[in-house]
């Protein structure tokens, strides 16, 4: 596969997983996902940043991202199923579910929301979206570690951005 391709090809599966982690963050809201509630443990389900104005608008604007990508890439979209436009539907869900999980665990691990998590923060919204995606299209072994690297560097760099920008209070 030429370079070229395999960029486009990223490009169609990544970006409807990159929208709804990024909107996510900027839509949060006042009213969280666990309703302030506490775990067994007596730690937060997930914390203040899981809110339901941010999964609703990350879900929503993740899967804007599909139609846009299929209106500019179709011939890359349709290589990825006939169905991409639901595929782009349900890796958004799937990297709201995948942020949320990770952020059960860092809560029962008694890690600080905000506190970064090597590996877990860059790529739990990957891989939730690949898990839900994957009813419909699974990426190769060498595109999902091609995924999990570009997502590394890129989640570095737009967090730095988003830091600089004064869109996040922490660079990571």
Do not use: C
């Amino acid at each position: 596969m030429a370079v070229t391709e395999l960029l486009l090809k990223l490009i169609v599966l990544l970006a409807p997983m990159y929208v709804a982690n990024s909107t996510a963050m900027l839509f949060g809201g006042k009213y969280r996902l666990d309703f302030g509630k506490k775990f067994f443990d007596g730690r937060p389900v997930f914390g203040p940043g899981k809110t339901f104005s941010g999964a609703f608008a990350g879900i929503i604007l993740g899967s804007a991202a599909t139609i846009i990508v299929y209106y500019f890439l179709t011939e890359h979209a349709l290589s990825i199923s006939q169905n991409y436009m639901f595929f782009g539907f349900l890796v958004s869900i799937g990297s709201i579910a995948g942020d949320t999980v990770a952020s059960f665990f860092k809560r029962r691990s008694n890690i600080s929301p905000g506190t970064p998590v090597l590996f877990l923060d860059q790529l739990d919204f990957v891989i939730g979206g690949l898990i839900f995606g994957s009813l419909i299209f699974v990426p190769t072994f060498y595109e999902t570690i091609i995924i999990a690297v570009a997502t590394l560097i890129i989640h570095k760099l737009s967090n730095f951005i988003a830091f600089k920008a004064k869109l996040k209070k922490v660079p990571w």
